[in-house]
């Protein structure tokens, strides 16, 4: 492709990082006589009032609505999707906060340890991480009496209350009835020196009182942080786009490269057959679109995607890039022969013909 200069193969430059701290997660938790919890695929519907797995307490949720969250807890490492970025993938205006793929750690306890829970995050960030607890603090809310104390028995990390809005404590499970009060831990970035929330421990509690206590990290949150990233998607470093790409083009292709080869290395394809095919469907037109307007390849996008099969992203797609990049060529050849059939489609044409108009201009 014109104008695009090679840039050398990083191979997962942070991937070894990020798998060790979910193993160092594991282990001290593992340490701690906790009850592990088996990992089950995003697009397993488990928890039928998500459309992927978006977050540990999601496969752990039957623990706590039965009333049996074990003791001293349960844990686990779990790849996760969520698809807020959807509303926006066809708009360049913003660049997105946050990826749509990521590996949570989470972990469930009874609520009488309250206070364990918060030393034994205390001990993970501080000790297996390696953060320096003078970048940290708890932020929470000032009315959440019990959260506080517990946080300041557990010592080590400074507590703040109320450094955010209210709603930014309270927390929903998708259930009737079940709701949460939170805490986030905040961690400053090395380099810009700005703080960000890199987790929670939430009550969780209905009407006949607490169910038990979450807590919920998230391993590239906490890279960013820590490694002092500018974006959270350089965590991966994939670099699907020439260097002189706008920021938000490059983002939205980064989240939906790596959000649609989790999907598609468990077996679910682009469709109207469910949510979750149709959701796939709209990202890999997106990826169509996105290769266009950075005018890369076809076959520049297979050789990069291919790249990112193994020891890139924290799962296997070996045969992923074929799939990806086969529909990819039957979606442009339907759409240039049959033209557009939905909204997407048009959204799509149009913005195609905009860059196409733009580019004549400028030359």
Known sequence: MAGF?????TRGK????????????????????????????????????????GAPI????????????????????QNCVRTSNIQKLFEFETTPVYGSFFTAMGALVPYERLTGIFSETNTFLT??????????????????DDLHAAALRAGTIRVQPNTMHDGYYRHGYGEDGVR???????LQNTSTGQYEDVGNIIVIESDEGELGVELALGDTTLIK????????????????????????????????????????????????HNNQTRILRTYMKAASLYRRLA????????????????GVLPFNAVGVSEQFVNWV???????????????????????????AIRGRVES
């Open 329 to 355: 060529q039957r979606y442009e050849h339907a759409l240039e022969t049959k033209g557009p059939s939905n909204k997407e489609d048009h959204i799509i044409v149009s913005l195609i013909g905009q860059c």
């Open 295 to 310: 005018q890369l390849g076809v076959t520049d996008m297979f050789d990069r995607l291919s790249r990112l099969e193994v």
């Open 14 to 53: 942070f991937q070894p990082e990020m798998q060790r701290i979910t193993g160092s997660f594991q282990s001290l938790f593992a340490s701690f006589d906790y009850e592990r919890v088996d990992e089950v695929a995003i697009t397993s519907g488990v928890d039928p009032t998500v459309r992927f797995i």
């Open 127 to 144: 000790d297996s991480v390696g953060i320096d607890a003078d970048n940290l603090y708890i932020s929470l809310h000032e009315a959440d």
């Open 5 to 9: 200069e090679e840039q050398p193969e």
């Open 180 to 186: 949460g009060r939170n805490i986030s831990y905040w």
């Open 225 to 272: 942080q820590a490694e002092g990233l500018a974006h959270i998607l350089d965590a991966y470093d994939i670099k699907m786009v020439p260097p002189n790409t706008p920021e938000p083009l490059k983002r939205r292709f980064e989240d939906v490269v790596i959000t649609a080869m989790a999907l598609c290395r468990e077996d679910i394809r682009p469709g109207s």
């Open 58 to 77: 999601s496969v752990m949720k039957p623990l706590f609505l039965e009333k049996r969250v074990p003791q001293p807890g349960a844990f686990m490492v």
